[in-house]
């Protein structure tokens, strides 16, 4: 099982990224997905999760008016649209997952999301916002 990020880099205050998630050696449809993110010296907060179908969702009051998730089963792969970006969402994001059913017995898109709920993580993705 892999994911792997991408889209990362430096970009101005005001700007957008869309960051990609592919994942492999899982069904996607079978999983729960989240965006995670890590700043310097900051615990991991969840920015968003859902069950791929979109039946559940959980979106950070931080960043839900600028990000948003999107799933593409065919590509197997997750994606984070960032818009509107400012220096204090310079960060290491990360997307994760667990399996659906445990995301949605254990209530996890009314508990914030919590980092130590999910199993799988990828590699993470440096994203910089200059001012």
């Known amino acids: 099982v892999q994911l792997v990020e991408s889209g990362g880099g430096l970009v101005q205050a005001g700007g957008s990224l869309r960051l990609s998630c592919v994942v492999s050696?899982?069904?996607?449809?079978?999983?729960?997905m989240g965006w995670f993110r890590q700043a310097p010296g900051k615990e991991r907060e969840g920015i968003t999760c859902?069950?791929?179908?979109?039946?559940?969702?959980y979106d950070s009051d931080a960043t839900k008016d600028r990000f948003a998730i999107k799933s593409d089963l065919a590509r197997n792969a997750i994606y984070l649209q960032m818009d509107n970006l400012n220096p204090e969402d310079t960060a290491v994001y990360y997307c994760?997952?667990?399996?659906?059913?445990?995301?949605?017995?254990?209530?996890?898109?009314?508990?914030?999301?919590?980092?130590?709920?999910?199993?799988?993580w990828g590699q993470g993705a440096l994203v910089t916002v200059s001012s």
């Open positions: 994760a997952a667990v399996h659906v059913s445990t995301f949605l017995t254990n209530n996890y898109h009314y508990r914030g999301c919590p980092s130590s709920a999910m199993a799988i």
């Open positions: 050696g899982l069904n996607l449809d079978d999983y729960a």
């Open positions: 859902m069950s791929i179908r979109g039946f559940m969702k």
